[in-house]
């Protein structure tokens, strides 16, 4: 007699997930489900869900690095359940963060004497290290006016208004008036005349932006500090700077060595630079440094025991994973100077290639800069029939995110879409966008014309004759409120 053995419900061995009943059901959205599920349905399902993301690679969006070598995500993966904070259990992680610090320090010319170590942390990313240089800043001009018996209840910090958004958190969160400087059509980063024009004796610090996020173009680090050294005679303050080289950090000193924009300057006190932009690092890494000890007062710095010894920490998270600081010394050693230098001015070349191609279409002015982080931003000569937006949404059906996006005043008319050039960049792929982004307006130039400006035209009452500057900033203003419709209301 054959004995045979009917399969019951729970005995998911004998299943293919697919057959199984757990995608008969919709998955938990608010409420956690009363039963498990073995780990090869949850992986599937939720691997499968994954599928509908962009390919990060495409996402040309973002200045973050999607490509790391297997020997460096292995390193990663083998040290992912280590708690950083955590110093006197993992010593050598502790070290292998403070020869970063030193590493980057003298990448930035940090005057520091032999063996002097650098002054500098860790963080999740810039706007870490940016809260952190902030708040180093205000503490030291309200210290300095505490002494002279001056009033310290209104600081103000001065930016240009194309700075990220983590300087609006900064002042926000801390208290601080953030004065801008407006842009201008043809000149969309800050300018340093005027920037020191807004100084005044409340002023903790200027913030320069070495790699402009709408279009990649350096700030000029050397005019402003010009400027605020005469300023700061005359009027007797000691207004400083701060450098924000989220993106710009890791490739100035290799592409543009003789660049004056960091601690060679005297009145630039601290750097934050991005390690998981052009540092070639995955999501989750960025460095505050400061020119000497003076530069960070004493009592932002606590030291806690009760982790096995006394541990200094100046940060705004306490926990944090190991990996990514792993990962930084590996690239720092791995690839050196000669790495460094070679990758970047392959993504500068690249940045060249898309750039000639777009120019080669005859219908995009280009809004970057040659000089600066490897990105080509451009804009239509002529949105009267489509617009920016209509072709990021259409490069999207070949992959590409390539976002669209407005100017900050006084240029919000001006619209732009920009491509970010990363390592993992090749030519071959710049060739096949160029090709791609020719098929998109090609297809565009076909549609009939653009409704939402028939919509701009024929509203209201009969209006006076308008020029094309007017009617290009209706269309901006209605596919801006479009798009911000469109877009899904984020929980925190």
């Known amino acids: 007699m054959v004995l045979s053995k009917i399969g019951s419900e729970s005995d998911v061995s004998v299943h293919s997930t697919f057959a199984s009943r757990y995608v008969r059901h919709s998955l938990p959205r608010s409420k956690m489900g009363e039963n498990s599920m073995p780990k090869d349905a949850a992986y599937q399902i939720i691997n499968d869900e994954l599928m509908l993301d962009g390919n990060p690679r495409l996402n040309l969006a973002s200045f973050v690095t999607t490509w790391m070598e297997p020997e460096c995500n292995k390193l990663m993966m083998d040290s992912i359940n280590k708690n950083y904070v955590d110093m006197d259990e993992y010593p050598v992680t502790t070290d292998l963060q403070n020869r970063c610090v030193n590493i980057i320090a003298n990448l930035f010319n940090a005057p520091l004497e032999d063996g002097e170590a650098g002054v500098g942390v860790g963080t999740v990313g810039s706007s870490e290290a940016i809260m952190l240089a902030g708040l180093a800043f205000k503490r030291k001009w309200q210290n300095r006016r505490r002494a002279e018996g001056k009033p310290f209840d209104k600081p103000n910090i001065v930016t240009g208004a194309n700075v990220q958004v983590c300087w609006e958190k900064f002042a926000n969160y801390f208290e601080v008036e953030l004065k801008e400087v407006k842009l201008r059509e043809g000149y969309y980063v800050m300018d340093p005349v005027k920037a020191v024009e807004l100084v005044d004796e409340n002023t903790i610090c200027v913030a320069a932006i070495l790699g402009s996020t709408l279009n990649g173009e350096f700030e000029d680090v050397k005019l402003l500090n010009d400027l605020l050294l005469e300023k700061n005679k005359l009027t007797g303050w000691d207004t400083s700077i701060h450098v924000d080289a989220a993106s710009g950090g890791f490739i100035a000193p290799f592409l543009y060595p003789e660049l004056e924009w960091d601690f060679r300057l005297p009145l630039v006190k601290s750097i934050n630079v991005s390690g ?47 990996s990514q600081i792993i990962a930084q010394y590996y690239q720092l050693i791995r690839l050196g100077y000669e790495g460094y230098k070679n990758i970047m001015e392959n993504c500068h070349e690249n940045a060249m290639v898309l750039k000639e191609g777009l120019e ?70 710049a060739e096949r966008l160029v090709i791609d982004i020719n098929k998109v307006i090609k297809q565009l130039d076909a549609l009939p014309r653009n409704s939402l400006l028939i919509k701009v035209e024929l509203s209201g009452e009969e209006k006076p004759k308008r020029t094309p500057l007017e009617i290009q900033k209706d269309i901006t203003d209605t596919w801006k409120k479009f798009v911000m419709a469109k877009k899904p209301k984020l929980v925190c």
């Open 276 to 322: 998981h932009k052009y540092g070639l690092v995955y999501a989750g890494i960025g460095w505050i440094i400061w020119r000497n000890k003076e530069d960070l007062p004493e009592e932002l710095i606590f030291h806690i025991n009760y982790l096995g010894a006394d541990q200094p920490t100046f940060t705004l998270n306490f926990s944090k994973g190991s």
């Open 360 to 429: 080669s279409t005859g219908r995009f002015n280009i809004v970057s800069k040659d000089n600066g982080v490897p990105l080509v931003a451009f804009s239509l000569k002529d949105n009267l029939r489509y617009n920016e937006f209509e072709i990021s949404d259409m490069l999207k059906r070949f992959g590409w995110i390539v976002p669209a996006y407005t100017m900050p005043p006084d240029a919000q008319h001006v619209t732009v879409l920009r491509v970010v050039i990363r390592q993992d960049f090749s030519r071959t792929l």
